[in-house]
């Protein structure tokens, strides 16, 4: 790996010129693509990605004092400094250092262990940030790899990831497992099926004769900082609560949406169906879900709704939950075809990328102006298929496409979006790239 040796030797002299001494070890983190299954992984259901070649690299030196002293390799990022012993993560200001915080204090708590001996960190990524390619949860995991070589202490692969998934949440945001799951679990050369409840994954081999190209729209989007993402969650979780209401299940038991259909064992064609009786496309005011559920909206904001969405005027639950439902039933398709690979595969691979993307954008309402003109851009020059990516209402899309028109698709992308707009300002490798399988987390020992 020509590419990460120079990184690691250039990390070296910084590490060298900051600290005055030189890292004992290195840990790298995966950021990752999510091919299909926007927005599901929270509601239960699998979904499809990949680990991209742009990691988070962190160069690491445990020292006999508690202080942990976090340095960035980008300017943009300050320096930051605090006591091991007592890690304080503030939700309303999502700094780039707390994200390591959130790794570090979830190996903390895992073990119960308080009086941790303190660390040098220089970290140094490539993900473009807030770019939907999950450059947040890569740092996470990254620190929680990070602490837990420290302490010699080992883990499965499995566990690390879910207990970075968890401790994500001390900054606020709701996510489901995906992010964390790819970046521990991932392999170079295949995407993987990821399960959840309990965590597994499966390689999913995709097509031979394309290649999955990434481009970003410029626009960036912080989860942590908006409501948008968490007020998603919500909705998630209240179409969950009606629909098991209508089907006189135990409601108040019910926090996702798989929960509901696997209960019922039905499929989820069939509850699409259940759907469409349950609830109506017009929006449901807080007062009106009080209504349908029998509790009052004291009960409704204490006990179901976080903090965070308490003030929300309406939820739109119908278009939320058939998102979640059609996407989820794209992700088997999807891997089904991979396993039968039949010879229209990329075409139809690419069909169900744009049906993904409709859904994000109609239903879910996760999509943007740029996003969206960025995904038309994509098919006009060439992509069987073209998909926002991450959260959305902003980073990147995703684009199936077949691997001899590669060239003049990047050259045409690049001059209808980037060049027309002077959005190249970003650097080009940031921008637009094509992208393989990568592998998972890995600890590197300093020869």
């Not at 954008?361 to 073209?386: H, I, N």
């Not at 590669?406 to 002077?422: C, E, K, N, W």
Request: some cysteine; glycine content about 6%; hydrophobic content about 40%.
């Amino acid at each position: 790996m020509p590419v990460l040796d120079d990184r690691l030797l250039k990390l070296k002299e910084m590490f060298h010129s900051k600290f005055g001494s030189i890292p004992k070890f290195y840990v790298r983190a995966p950021g990752r693509v999510n091919l299909i299954g926007e927005h599901i992984d929270y509601c239960g259901y699998s979904v499809l990605p990949m680990a991209v070649e742009q990691d988070m690299l962190i160069a690491v030196e445990p020292v006999k004092t508690h202080t942990l002293q976090l340095a960035n390799t980008n300017p943009l990022y300050p320096d930051f400094s605090t006591t091991a012993n007592d890690i304080q993560i503030d939700k309303t200001k999502p700094l780039w250092h707390n994200y390591f915080l959130c790794g570090f204090k979830g190996i903390q708590e895992h073990f119960g262990l308080s009086n941790l001996t303190g660390m040098n960190c220089l970290v140094d990524g490539n993900i473009p940030p807030s770019s939907g390619l999950s450059s947040s949860s890569a740092l996470v995991c990254c620190a929680g790899l990070v602490t837990l070589t420290v302490l010699g202490m080992s883990l499965s692969k499995v566990e690390l990831a879910e207990i970075c998934a968890k401790s994500e949440r001390y900054i606020g945001t709701e996510g489901g497992g995906m992010d964390q799951s790819i970046s521990f679990l991932a392999e170079e050369g295949t995407a993987k099926l990821i399960e959840f409840s309990p965590l597994r994954a499966t390689d999913v081999k995709l097509p031979s004769g394309a290649v999955f190209v990434i481009a970003n729209s410029c626009v960036e989007m912080n989860k942590a900082a908006t409501s948008h993402f968490n007020v998603r969650v919500m909705e998630c979780r209240l179409a969950a609560k009606l629909l098991a209401k209508y089907k006189e299940l135990q409601w108040d038991k019910v926090l996702r949406l798989e929960e509901v259909q696997t209960t019922l064992q039905v499929s989820l064609e069939e509850m699409l169906l259940i759907l469409e009786d349950a609830l109506h496309p017009e929006p449901y005011s807080p007062e009106e879900v009080c209504k349908c559920l029998g509790i009052s909206l004291q009960e409704l904001q204490t006990q179901i709704l976080s903090p965070n969405t308490q003030d929300v005027p309406i939820f739109k639950l119908y278009q939320r939950a058939k998102h979640v439902y059609s996407e989820a039933a794209r992700v088997l398709q999807f891997k089904k075809i991979c396993e039968e690979a039949p010879g229209n595969m990329v075409q139809l691979l690419g069909e169900l990328m744009n049906q993904s993307h409709v859904s994000c954008r109609d239903m879910y309402e996760c999509s943007c102006p740029e996003l969206d003109q960025l995904v038309d851009t994509c098919r006009m020059f060439g992509a069987e298929g073209s998909r926002l990516t991450g959260a959305g209402w902003g980073g990147c899309t995703v684009s199936i496409v077949p691997a001899d028109k590669l060239p003049s698709f990047l050259a045409s992308v690049r001059r209808a979006y980037y060049d027309r707009s002077g959005r190249s300002l970003a650097p080009e490798k940031q921008s637009l790239f094509a992208t393989k399988p990568g592998g998972g987390a890995l600890v590197f020992l300093e020869a």
